[in-house]
């Protein structure tokens, strides 16, 4: 067994040291993996800020109120009563001013990208004073809060950077009334930071709402207290309600866009993958072929055939893992971060998020360019085993 | 031409090499017809919008909904031809997944409007006559195996019934095809009657407006006459062309497009790489073989053009196949988010490229092996092992 062991080392010792005299086939091999982990980390890199965006402000103990039959608030829709009802049921957090719930309208603006200048749906959110406690991650960060009964909005920090005319100061025109810019909020890092926020009280005529809202934001007692909130709005005959949590809402939002972007993300990336294992298997075949006459001498002196298997196999692994990490390299340095807006179809609005190259994604493109070695070192490996010793050592 | 035959089994000898090289070509390829299908899934909106047709929106937002009275003071403006409207339904088929949109529309005239929208004859008069009816385009009603006549129920969440319910139901009264594949086939249309009167005759408001306009030529002066009629009403509109709001929501989906063709240019350079890796290397081997060609009284020209002729055999037998591979592949095997993306096909004009970029792969992989060949002193080269 050390035996064994020692001439896997020495065999795999003696191809790895003369890597450098097949310079160019061994490049092309590492860059042919390095491009495919770099596709495959970006591509799902998205799919992940994404649902980070949507998913980071959700807390356990917030839960949504929309009416039964609507799956977003954009389409859902409340009037007074039935939001002061909910407002007075069992299990809502309270504080001296009164239940943590706002009763919010959502509609949208058009407000044209920084990036293209043309026209994008915007969110705007008409909220009640309490949004601030049911969420308790936004922040001021310029400025001050609008005050209620005035034209006046704040913007998310991600809104502000990417749409135009959102800065601090600048006057808006939604309908017949303008709005001025009082702050800058920010919210975690979470979708609210995309939104534009006012009084639910003033948007309401401005979009010719009448006296009706389409979500309450309801904060709980505890995560626990969800059940015993939702079973009594959904018994209470004179209300026709949804409740979920939060984070059950955007998670739900995020399914389509997920669905694009991580079916097309594989599909590009497996096809790819294809490509470079071919690339890899021409290799490590040139690499074998290449060395045929030192492989013969090697089982001419005794070496046996599982030894040379794997050391043709570890070189090619290895190339494939420094393939792997230049991808994902390049992946994290270009891309991680990397800040734009897509369009949410379920709310029919923008959301403003940054790519996330997270260390899950990092490890699952390593894995991934191990396989493509694995895969590109198999054939030849075996058929460096196979050489027949004498004809092989004649061989120039 | 007489050289083919050298030029074949020059490829014959590493068989191996050969047929790997040629599949990653092919593999490359493939993937060139999926992002083409891809992007223009994206753009397909902004391409396939009538230049004739414009769209008066309100002006905070497209959600925002219009008087049905500006019809009549629409079709007035001078340079109009014919105007119809929209509304979203936005409803649910059984489950939220079986996303499609669905539209309340005026029948006749939206079929005029949109003549890229083929229905057969008498199913069109069935649908006119029919005030439940509706009509869905071929890619969804494939999705859901719907046939003519069968009864389809959707769950209304804007639209309610004057009594609460929100339970719709539709009679399928037509299905129909694009004109060519660029068109959107995924839509459900019915009567903006029928949407009238089940929610209680309250209505009176639409989507927004779709007009045709007599010259597109004077699509922007017709757009400056149609908002100041409107302008300090409770509801002022927004006119553009049906490519601008098309290119605004392509915009509002991202730099989809740049992401694309960032990554279409990391394939090709790889597989570049790794085919003119092959490309050299089989080269470097014949190099004693060269100079033999030479002794026997072949030009450098010559040479050079043999060696470019094998590397632009490779490329143009493995990228045809490719192109042919994704082609089938993606007409049988269709979308592959399942009904995320309004139209899926490889754009013939993206087929000519692809076999341009064949060649061009096949020169630029040859080039630097075939001029190496070129320049080789037959001293030098035959004295080498």
């Not at chain 1, 074998?288 to 001419?300: H, K, Y």
């Not at chain 1, 599982?306 to 090619?316: D, K, R, Y």
């Not at chain 2, 995320?340 to 060649?359: H, W």
Request: overall charge positive; hydrophobic content about 45%.
């Amino acid at each position: 067994m050390f035996n064994w062991l020692s001439q896997v080392a020495t065999v795999t010792g003696l191809s790895l040291r003369t890597v450098g005299q097949r310079r160019g086939a061994s490049i092309a091999a590492v860059i042919g993996v390095a491009g495919v982990v770099a596709v495959f980390v970006t591509t799902l890199s998205i799919a992940e800020g994404f649902r980070r965006t949507l998913m980071s402000g959700a807390s356990p103990d917030t839960a949504i109120v929309l009416r039964s039959g609507s799956d977003s608030e954009m389409m859902s829709g409340l009037r007074r009563e039935a939001t002061s009802i909910i407002a007075e049921k069992p299990g809502l957090a309270r504080t001296a001013q009164g239940p943590v719930a706002s009763a919010e309208l959502y509609v949208v603006a058009d407000i044209p990208k920084r990036s293209t200048g043309t026209d994008a749906n915007v969110p705007l959110r008409g909220v009640q004073p309490a949004a601030f406690d049911v969420r308790s991650q936004v922040k001021i960060v310029q400025g001050r809060r609008f005050e209620p009964g005035r034209s006046e909005v704040i913007v998310g920090k991600a809104a502000s950077q990417e749409f135009a005319g959102l800065d601090l100061g600048s006057k808006l025109h939604f309908g017949q009334s303008e709005w001025t810019v009082v702050g800058i909020f920010t919210a975690g890092g979470s979708i609210a930071e995309s939104e534009i926020w006012c009084d639910v009280g003033v948007l309401q005529p401005a979009y010719r709402r009448g006296d009706t809202f389409q979500a309450v934001y309801a904060k709980l007692q505890s995560p626990q207290a969800f059940d015993e909130f939702k079973d009594n709005l959904t018994r209470d005959p004179r209300l026709d309600v949804k409740v979920i949590r939060e984070a059950d809402y955007y998670a739900e939002q995020t399914r389509a866009i997920n669905g694009i972007i991580t079916g097309l993300g594989y599909l590009i990336a497996s096809l790819m993958a294809v490509g470079a294992v071919f690339g890899a298997i021409n290799t490590m075949y040139t690499a074998v072929a290449s060395r045929t006459r030192e492989i013969a001498t090697l089982r001419a002196l005794g070496f046996r055939s599982g030894p040379v298997v794997i050391s043709v196999l570890a070189e090619s692994m290895l190339l494939a893992l420094a393939g792997g990490l230049l991808g994902a390299a390049i992946s994290y340095f270009a891309f991680n971060g990397y800040q734009t807006a897509t369009m949410n179809w379920s709310s029919f609005s923008q959301v403003a998020f940054s790519f996330a190259v997270t260390p899950r994604l990092l490890v699952n493109g390593l894995v991934y360019s191990l396989l493509m070695g694995l895969i590109g070192g198999l054939f030849p490996a075996i058929r460096a085993a196979r050489l027949p010793v004498a004809t092989a050592l004649r061989e120039l | 031409m007489k050289f083919l035959p050298l030029i074949w089994s020059n490829l014959k000898r590493k068989k191996l090499r050969t047929a790997f090289t040629l599949l990653s070509i092919l593999v490359a390829f493939i993937l060139f017809g999926y992002l083409s299908a891809i992007r223009m899934a994206f753009t397909a909106g902004v391409e396939m919008s009538g230049a004739d047709r414009l769209m008066v929106t309100h002006k905070v937002s497209i959600i925002q909904p219009l008087p049905i009275a500006y019809r009549e003071r629409i079709a007035m403006v001078s340079g109009v031809r014919e105007v119809t409207h929209a509304n979203w339904f936005g409803g649910i088929y059984q489950d939220p997944k079986n996303f499609f949109p669905q539209m309340a529309v005026e029948p006749e005239t939206y079929l005029s409007l949109y003549p890229e929208m083929v229905l057969p004859a008498e199913q069109k008069k069935a649908w006119l006559a029919d005030k439940a009816g509706a009509i869905v385009g071929r890619t969804t009603a494939q999705r859901f195996g719907w046939k003519v006549g069968d009864k389809i129920p959707v769950m209304g969440t804007i639209y309610r019934h004057a009594d609460g319910s929100n339970a719709w139901e539709f009679n399928l009264d037509g299905i129909y095809d694009g004109r060519d594949k660029s068109v959107d086939t995924s839509g459900f249309f019915f009567h903006y009657d029928y949407l009238k009167e089940g929610t209680g005759g309250t209505t009176g408001l639409v989507g927004w407006y779709i007009i045709r306009v007599d010259d597109p030529a004077h699509a922007p002066d017709v757009a400056r006459r149609i908002d100041p009629l409107f302008a300090n009403s409770p509801y002022e509109t927004k006119t553009q062309s049906e490519k601008a709001l098309a290119q605004s929501f392509a915009d509002q989906v991202g730099n989809i497009g740049q992401i694309m063709r960032v990554i279409l240019a990391a394939v090709f350079f790889t597989i570049l790489l790794v085919a003119g890796n092959t490309m050299a290397q089989s080269v470097r081997e014949r190099t004693s073989e060269l100079a033999v060609l030479k002794t026997l009284g072949f030009g450098n020209g010559q040479v050079l053009a043999l060696v470019l002729a094998e590397s632009c055999l490779l490329a143009v037998l493995g990228g045809a196949l490719g192109l042919a591979i994704g082609w089938a592949l993606i007409t049988a095997g269709g979308d592959p988010t399942h009904g995320n993306l309004p139209v899926f096909y490889f754009p013939p004009p993206d087929i000519a490229v692809g076999a341009a970029l064949t060649l061009l792969l096949g020169l630029v992989t040859g080039l630097l092996p075939a001029l190496q060949a070129m320049r080789l002193r037959i001293v030098d080269a035959l004295r080498r092992v």
